[in-house]
């Protein structure tokens, strides 16, 4: 979920604009200090202290700074507070829906091809890809909530944002999940939680069920040599354990899962992938609004953990993982106000959130028999 950098040139910020901004910030915050062309040239820094909350006052202060062409970034300097203005203004130009519309209907058909593949009894049924509809249906619902929790938590949060973009592959899955992307970042750490969070969340509200369904509709046999099976988190042994009675897969007796519960397998593995707290993933976002900075310090272990994995299950999606992430994983999304905390009740759902990683994170996505 990457936002749109902002594309302009640093010019000299000009000593009227600079006192303009000083008058506006009046009522709202006390100056200590000006710094013209800080931290760089054309922004300006006002070092002091806010007269009422940042989080009631943000977005009347930055209502009075785009009047002007600047808009503010609150950051802690020392034991002072900075109110940074940046001259630039977050006015991204409409998305072209029908990009998505396009994307979405090809990744029903890739679905659908995938999901025919499990109930077909012969040749002539693979064609016939209407067939597949349990599988896509599932495996579109997990997605698109997922993709549509972020959304919604953004329009919520007046944050621009783009229609979810699915990607059809006919592999697999029949797609490597869906995105969206911000156009401007968000205004504090509280909407960064909100907006990271809900995808998960929105995902796993219809994972659970849809897996739940589909592994009381499935078989228990054996193993099949030669196939490929799908790899063990802990909620997912939960599950198996709750519906079955027994640790599975266990003495050459594992599951034969529908396309159904397959779709839901998915869905835990894909939430756990996101959860990944690394760069602009969802857990990206929610270990920034927890340790801020010092989450960048997250993103080697996590490197090596995979490159770990990688080695020691021979599996090459860690490697894909590895590269995906070292080019786009190293920064994090910052929010123009990154001095407001989180309430406690948003700490307390960021903490159940990297919880909820451990219990989905499938260390072996697929196994060979």
């Not at 209502?63 to 002007?68: A, H, N, S, V």
């Not at 979810?164 to 797609?175: A, D, Q, R, S």
């Not at 990944?276 to 080697?300: E, M, N, S, T």
Request: charged share 15%; with cysteine; hydrophobic share 50%.
């Amino acid at each position: 979920m990457p936002m749109l950098p902002p594309d302009f040139s640093h010019t000299p910020i000009a000593l009227e604009d600079a006192e303009a901004l000083r008058r506006v910030l009046g009522d709202l915050f006390v100056v200590h200090d000006t710094t013209l062309d800080r931290p760089e040239a054309g922004y300006v820094r006002f070092r002091g202290h806010f007269l009422q909350d940042p989080a009631d006052c943000f977005h009347e202060l930055r209502r009075r700074f785009e009047q002007f062409g600047f808009t503010p970034l609150l950051r802690k300097d020392g034991d002072q507070t900075a109110v940074i203005a940046m001259p630039y203004v977050f006015d991204p130009p409409p998305s072209n829906w029908v990009i998505n519309l396009v994307l979405f209907l090809a990744t029903i058909l890739t679905t659908l091809f995938i999901g025919t593949g499990f109930e077909a009894t012969n040749v002539d049924q693979m064609w016939q890809i209407w067939r597949g509809w349990p599988f896509s249906l599932s495996i579109l619902l997990i997605l698109g909530a997922h993709e549509l929790g972020h959304y919604f938590a953004a329009r919520y949060h007046k944050v621009p944002v783009t229609l979810p973009y699915f990607i059809p592959v006919p592999t697999i899955l029949g797609t490597m999940g869906a995105f969206i992307r911000l156009k401007a970042p968000v205004h504090n750490r509280r909407a960064l939680l909100d907006v990271g969070v809900a995808g998960p969340l929105a995902g796993m509200v219809f994972a659970v069920p849809i897996l739940l369904y589909g592994l009381y509709t499935s078989q228990i046999g054996s193993v099949v040599p030669g196939g490929l099976q799908e790899g063990n988190s802990l909620l997912y042994i939960a599950f198996k354990f709750l519906v079955f009675g027994r640790y599975l897969p266990a003495n050459g007796v594992d599951v034969h899962i529908t396309s159904v519960a397959f779709a839901g397998w998915a869905g835990l593995l894909v939430t756990g992938l996101n959860l990944l707290p690394v760069g602009q993933l969802d857990g990206g976002h929610v270990a920034y609004v927890l340790f801020g900075d010092r989450a960048k310090q997250l993103f080697w272990p996590i490197l090596i953990a995979l490159g770990l994995l990688a080695v020691l299950t021979a599996n090459s999606m860690w490697t894909i993982w590895i590269i995906l992430l070292y080019f786009l994983g190293r920064n994090h999304a910052q929010p123009l106000d990154d001095i407001t905390t989180l309430d406690q009740t948003r700490w307390l759902i960021a903490v159940g959130t990297l919880i909820l990683f451990f219990l989905v994170f499938v260390p072996i996505p697929l196994v060979a028999n």
